[in-house]
């Protein structure tokens, strides 16, 4: 893999965990979401007019991703009320990948003994940082439980999308199509729920808000295109660094407390899913 791409890729985790410190800093995380489905909807809306329609068959697939990416927006807004970044978003990005890969495994999609060896550490840094939030904190562990929860939805929408995106025979159209779709049901949803009060802080946030969809749509634009470039498990193994990434994030602009526990337990997870690529 070539210095280039190597930066690129990085740059690309560096995106993803960006639009996640947005949800996080912001006043009301579920408009936060929302705007950032908006954001990454429009953004592919743009390029939609030069890319082929998905194949017919593929439309089942991308009901099912809008159905999981709703449920992936609203259980990422209540993991981030209750959760720091650095604890939820490690979770989140260490947890999904695990669990795909042991749905694939029953799947007769066996892991190797270095993906065996990610689900190790990676169960190991997730119980760490349960150990961690009940010392540290001395409270309940709702926040990991949310996490945990919104990574079985990420689980959902990935196995959806890596079949529909095969049958579509254009990945970067099914990837602009499940953009733009996913802004639909998300903002029925808040409309029709808070509809004037989402309204009012949209004309607030816009700016942020929508720049954060708009990153989330070049982080997974660049990262689709590495994979054509250079070995999809690399790619996959280097964007993990986003935990890092957030980590830093964290500290710089939320104004975290990083206890050495907990820091062990960020770099044992990003470990454990780098090797779960790998494997």
């Given amino acids: 893999m070539s210095g280039q791409i190597i930066f690129l890729v990085l740059g690309a985790a560096l995106l993803y965990a960006s639009w996640n410190i947005i949800v ?49 927006y609203l259980c990422i807004a209540a993991a981030y009320k209750v959760a720091d970044l650095s604890l939820g ?46 010392v540290s904190r001395k409270a309940g562990l709702k926040g990991i439980f949310y996490s945990l929860r919104t990574a079985f939805v990420i689980m959902g929408y990935t196995l959806a999308d890596g079949y529909g995106a095969r049958a579509s025979g254009d990945g970067l159209s099914y990837a602009c199509w499940i953009f733009f779709l996913n802004i639909l049901p998300l903002h029925c949803y808040v409309l029709g729920r808070y509809g004037k009060d989402y309204l009012h802080y949209l004309r607030k946030r816009a700016v942020v808000g929508i720049g954060g969809g708009l990153a989330g749509l070049g982080s997974y634009g660049i990262a689709i295109w590495a994979m054509t470039v250079a070995p999809i498990a690399l790619v996959a193994a280097l964007r993990e660094s986003s935990v890092l990434f957030g980590m830093f994030l964290a500290v710089i602009f939320l104004g975290e407390k990083l206890s050495p526990v907990r820091v062990l337990a960020i770099l044992l997870v990003m ?3 780098v090797m779960l690529h790998l494997g």
């Fill in 89 to 134: 978003y490690t979770i989140m990005r260490g947890t999904a990948p695990m669990l795909t890969a042991l749905v694939l495994c029953v799947l007769d999609v066996p892991l190797s003994l270095a993906g065996w060896g990610g689900v190790l550490l990676l169960c190991s840094g997730i119980l760490t940082l349960a150990l961690e939030q009940q």
């Fill in 271 to 273: 470990g454990g899913a």
């Fill in 24 to 72: 996080k800093g912001g006043a009301n995380k579920l408009y936060e979401s929302a705007m950032n489905a908006l954001g990454g909807g429009l953004g592919a809306l743009c390029l939609l007019p030069f890319l082929p329609l998905p194949d017919k068959n593929t439309w089942g697939f991308l009901a099912l991703s809008c159905c999981c990416h709703l449920a992936y």
